[in-house]
Nanobody, 124 residues
Framework: VQLQASGGGLVQAGGSLRLSCTDASARRYGNLAMGWFRQAPGKEREFVAGVHGSGRFTSYADSVKGRFTISRDRAKNAVSLRMNALKPEDTAVYYC?????????????????WGQGTLVTVSS
Protein backbone atom coordinates (compact mmCIF):
# COMPACT_ATOMS: atom_id res chain seq x y z
CA VAL A 1 0.00 0.00 0.00
CA GLN A 2 1.43 3.36 -1.05
CA LEU A 3 -0.76 6.22 0.08
CA GLN A 4 -0.67 9.66 -1.47
CA ALA A 5 -2.65 12.46 0.13
CA SER A 6 -3.57 15.90 -1.13
CA GLY A 7 -5.92 18.77 -0.42
CA GLY A 8 -4.57 20.52 2.65
CA GLY A 9 -4.28 24.27 2.88
CA LEU A 10 -5.22 27.43 4.73
CA VAL A 11 -8.85 28.23 5.44
CA GLN A 12 -10.72 30.57 7.72
CA ALA A 13 -12.73 29.28 10.63
CA GLY A 14 -16.12 28.08 9.45
CA GLY A 15 -14.78 27.17 6.05
CA SER A 16 -14.41 23.82 4.31
CA LEU A 17 -11.68 21.68 2.85
CA ARG A 18 -11.56 18.31 1.17
CA LEU A 19 -8.68 15.90 1.62
CA SER A 20 -8.10 13.08 -0.83
CA CYS A 21 -5.92 10.01 -0.68
CA THR A 22 -5.22 7.24 -3.15
CA ASP A 23 -3.27 4.01 -3.02
CA ALA A 24 -0.65 4.39 -5.70
CA SER A 25 0.47 0.78 -5.52
CA ALA A 26 -2.18 -0.21 -8.09
CA ARG A 27 -2.84 -3.40 -6.19
CA ARG A 28 -6.33 -4.34 -5.20
CA TYR A 29 -7.08 -5.55 -1.73
CA GLY A 30 -10.22 -7.32 -0.68
CA ASN A 31 -10.56 -5.37 2.52
CA LEU A 32 -8.47 -2.24 2.82
CA ALA A 33 -9.74 -0.04 5.60
CA MET A 34 -8.71 3.56 5.08
CA GLY A 35 -8.87 6.63 7.21
CA TRP A 36 -7.27 9.75 8.59
CA PHE A 37 -5.25 10.65 11.63
CA ARG A 38 -3.98 14.08 12.58
CA GLN A 39 -1.28 15.58 14.72
CA ALA A 40 -1.41 19.13 16.00
CA PRO A 41 1.71 20.96 17.20
CA GLY A 42 2.74 19.70 20.61
CA LYS A 43 0.04 17.04 20.70
CA GLU A 44 -0.13 13.33 20.11
CA ARG A 45 -1.36 11.86 16.87
CA GLU A 46 -5.09 11.14 17.03
CA PHE A 47 -7.69 9.26 15.03
CA VAL A 48 -10.02 11.43 12.97
CA ALA A 49 -12.15 9.16 10.79
CA GLY A 50 -12.08 5.74 9.20
CA VAL A 51 -14.03 3.62 6.75
CA HIS A 52 -14.19 -0.17 6.53
CA GLY A 53 -12.93 -1.82 3.37
CA SER A 54 -16.50 -2.60 2.36
CA GLY A 55 -17.36 1.08 2.53
CA ARG A 56 -20.35 0.24 4.70
CA PHE A 57 -19.03 1.24 8.10
CA THR A 58 -17.53 4.54 9.18
CA SER A 59 -16.14 5.87 12.44
CA TYR A 60 -15.41 9.39 13.62
CA ALA A 61 -13.69 11.05 16.54
CA ASP A 62 -16.20 12.83 18.75
CA SER A 63 -14.50 16.14 18.01
CA VAL A 64 -15.36 15.95 14.30
CA LYS A 65 -18.73 14.18 14.28
CA GLY A 66 -21.31 16.13 12.34
CA ARG A 67 -18.66 18.25 10.63
CA PHE A 68 -16.44 15.78 8.79
CA THR A 69 -17.53 13.11 6.31
CA ILE A 70 -15.34 10.27 5.10
CA SER A 71 -16.10 8.47 1.87
CA ARG A 72 -14.52 5.61 0.01
CA ASP A 73 -14.09 4.79 -3.66
CA ARG A 74 -13.31 1.09 -3.63
CA ALA A 75 -12.70 0.89 -7.36
CA LYS A 76 -9.92 3.45 -7.08
CA ASN A 77 -8.68 2.41 -3.63
CA ALA A 78 -9.23 5.99 -2.61
CA VAL A 79 -10.65 7.83 0.36
CA SER A 80 -11.65 11.43 0.88
CA LEU A 81 -12.44 13.53 3.92
CA ARG A 82 -14.84 16.41 3.58
CA MET A 83 -14.28 18.87 6.42
CA ASN A 84 -16.95 21.49 7.10
CA ALA A 85 -17.31 24.11 9.81
CA LEU A 86 -13.59 24.02 10.44
CA LYS A 87 -12.27 25.35 13.72
CA PRO A 88 -8.81 26.61 14.67
CA GLU A 89 -8.39 23.49 16.81
CA ASP A 90 -8.63 21.41 13.62
CA THR A 91 -5.24 22.80 12.61
CA ALA A 92 -2.91 19.85 12.22
CA VAL A 93 -0.98 17.67 9.83
CA TYR A 94 -3.45 15.10 8.50
CA TYR A 95 -2.25 11.62 7.60
CA CYS A 96 -3.98 9.17 5.33
CA UNK A 97 -3.78 5.59 6.58
CA UNK A 98 -4.59 2.14 5.33
CA UNK A 99 -4.91 -1.22 7.04
CA UNK A 100 -5.62 -4.50 5.30
CA UNK A 101 -8.48 -6.29 7.04
CA UNK A 102 -8.78 -3.36 9.41
CA UNK A 103 -11.77 -1.91 11.21
CA UNK A 104 -13.18 1.54 10.56
CA UNK A 105 -12.23 2.66 14.07
CA UNK A 106 -8.60 1.67 13.68
CA UNK A 107 -6.08 2.49 16.36
CA UNK A 108 -2.71 3.93 15.46
CA UNK A 109 -1.01 0.73 16.58
CA UNK A 110 -2.99 -1.28 14.03
CA UNK A 111 -2.32 0.96 11.02
CA UNK A 112 -0.39 -0.84 8.33
CA UNK A 113 0.50 2.05 6.04
CA TRP A 114 0.87 5.79 6.57
CA GLY A 115 0.84 8.35 3.81
CA GLN A 116 2.75 11.58 3.90
CA GLY A 117 1.04 14.29 5.90
CA THR A 118 -0.84 17.22 4.48
CA LEU A 119 -1.09 20.41 6.50
CA VAL A 120 -4.46 21.94 7.33
CA THR A 121 -4.38 25.38 8.90
CA VAL A 122 -7.56 27.02 10.16
CA SER A 123 -7.28 30.70 11.00
CA SER A 124 -9.54 32.40 13.50
Amino acid sequence: VQLQASGGGLVQAGGSLRLSCTDASARRYGNLAMGWFRQAPGKEREFVAGVHGSGRFTSYADSVKGRFTISRDRAKNAVSLRMNALKPEDTAVYYCVGTINGASNMGAESVGSWGQGTLVTVSS
